[in-house]
């Protein structure tokens, strides 16, 4: 019997990407049920804004549960250096909701504007930050800012790991519950024409599977799943910082877009599993 070199070699990189990614997810499980002195810490801390030397709308970059801004040091130094003026939030879910986390955005990007003296934003959010962006999106002055609205691994259909913790998590129980699937916030995107929405999802997210990260299809909505990706490492991701760099760069342009319901972001990122379901 032949050996398909090529094949193993595939089934290792795979088996190496999901070991990966489940040590990172064990990983950020324990931070999460520890996370409650840092979360008290990162409350209020967020980044200074870096400004870049491109006539752009800055751009704010919102993580996820249990997370802070250091999550985004490689995307904010990517997007810097590309001559974009960018901001890290830093913000508490403990005993929140996302109602509250997105009114909280929309004063964090109240300041941002008045600071960088602009009328609009770009915003690229990470996770749960996705959840609370198209919250804001529909129920705050987000509205009228945001112009283009780049989520990763945000569980848009919800996620069934949220089952895995209790509703009476310390902290956390309330916010996680509301990410159940079936208990989403699903936006309707015919009323934001426009926003330029991307949804990002990692092949290998074992936290938010890559079906649960997609947006409901619309003409502004372009869903993408990018291959030997988990759910940690969507902020600093090759592929990604490229997809989020070309749709900042096209909202630049003025031009309207709209786009074929999943189509991917080009030819390199196209494979066979690189739809959403």
Same mark, same amino acid.
Request: with cysteine; glycine share 6%; charged share 25%.
């Given at each position: 019997m032949?050996?398909?070199v090529g094949s193993v070699n595939r089934s290792v990189r795979r088996a190496g990407s999901v070991m990966i990614e489940a040590r990172s997810g064990a990983s950020a499980a324990a931070k999460l049920l520890r996370g409650q002195r840092r979360e008290r810490r990162a409350?209020?801390?967020?980044?200074?804004?870096?400004?870049?030397?491109?006539?752009?709308?800055?751009?704010?970059?919102?993580h996820g549960l249990g997370a802070d801004r250091s999550c985004f040091s490689v995307m904010e130094e990517y997007l810097h250096d590309a001559g974009y003026t960018v901001y890290s939030v830093s913000y508490s879910c403990l005993g929140s909701d996302i109602h509250a986390c997105a009114?909280?955005?929309?004063?964090?990007?109240?300041?941002?504007l008045? !600071? #960088?003296?602009?009328?609009?934003?770009?915003? +690229?959010?990470?996770? $749960? %930050?996705?959840?609370? *962006?198209?919250?804001?999106?529909? !129920? #705050?002055?987000?509205?009228?800012?945001?112009? +283009?609205?780049?989520? $990763? %691994?945000?569980?848009? *259909?919800g996620t069934p790991t949220a089952h895995l913790a209790p509703a009476g998590l310390p902290g956390f129980g309330r916010i996680v519950s509301q990410l159940r699937p079936g208990v989403h916030l699903m936006?309707?995107?015919?009323?934001?024409?426009?926003?330029?929405?991307?949804?990002?999802?990692?092949?290998?997210?074992?936290?938010?599977?890559?079906?649960?990260?997609?947006?409901?299809?619309?003409?502004?909505?372009?869903?993408?799943?990018?291959?030997?990706c988990g759910h940690l490492t969507l902020t600093h991701h090759r592929q990604c910082l490229d997809i989020i760099l070309e749709e900042l760069e096209a909202a630049g342009?003025?031009?309207?877009?709209?786009?074929?319901?999943?189509?991917?972001a080009t030819s390199v990122f196209s494979h066979p599993g690189s739809q959403c379901a």
């Open positions: 032949r050996l398909d409350a209020g801390r967020s980044g200074e804004v870096r400004r870049g030397n491109l006539p752009q709308p800055p751009v704010m970059l919102v009114r909280n955005l929309e004063r964090e990007a109240a300041w941002l008045e !600071h #960088t003296e602009s009328e609009s934003l770009h915003v +690229v959010a990470h996770s $749960l %930050g996705g959840v609370v *962006l198209r919250c804001a999106s529909m !129920h #705050t002055r987000m509205r009228d800012w945001l112009t +283009v609205g780049i989520t $990763l %691994g945000s569980p848009h *259909l936006t309707d995107f015919d009323d934001l024409p426009g926003v330029r929405w991307v949804a990002i999802a990692g092949a290998s997210d074992l936290v938010v599977p890559p079906r649960y990260a997609c947006l409901p299809r619309a003409d502004n909505v372009r869903n993408v799943v990018v291959p030997r342009e003025m031009a309207p877009t709209t786009y074929a319901a999943d189509e991917p």
